[in-house]
């Protein structure tokens, strides 16, 4: 099975908590919100846009989603993106680099559609957490135009 490592595209300073709880509501405060405007995916914190919530809610039903708001106050502005909601399904087998990133996964064949959605986040030691998708989001993915990210096909 086809699987894409998804990565972000260019580089965004973004202001963080210093908790880093995902499984509430955050606010952070920007100097230029505009930045955002060329970002669908901030992989620090695995956030996504609105628009990349809305595909993604197609493949992690019943999940639930907490926003990060993004405020510019001199200009009253705000940017909601979200925090990709916990992902329970581990893949079997997953080879990582030596800096930590993911080369490759496998997914029981019994397994897929049955317990994993197609979008998996891999727990990374040395750094960000990689977030990888099957074929089929990936297609979805490229289809709607979401910028600021990549996505990397996995060996194997």
């Not at 952070?28 to 595909?55: G, H, N, P, T, W």
């Amino acid at each position: 099975m086809d699987y894409f490592l998804l990565k972000q595209s260019g580089n965004i300073s973004i202001p963080r908590t210093k908790d880093n709880k995902h499984d509430e509501p955050s606010i952070r405060i920007m100097q230029d919100i505009s930045q955002l405007d060329r970002f669908d995916y901030l992989a620090a914190e695995s956030l996504v846009s609105d628009r990349m919530k809305l595909l993604l809610e197609q493949y992690l039903l019943d999940s639930e989603w907490q926003p990060c708001a993004f405020v510019e106050p001199s200009k009253k502005l705000q940017k909601i993106f979200w925090f990709l909601p916990p992902l329970s399904y581990f893949p079997e087998q997953v080879t990582t680099a030596p800096n930590g990133t993911v080369c490759s996964i496998h997914v029981k064949k019994e397994d897929f559609c049955k317990k994993s959605p197609g979008i998996f986040r891999i727990p990374n030691p040395k750094g960000t957490p990689s977030v990888i998708v099957h074929l089929s989001v990936a297609e979805s993915i490229l289809r709607r135009g979401l910028c600021g990210l990549e996505l990397v096909r996995l060996s194997g």
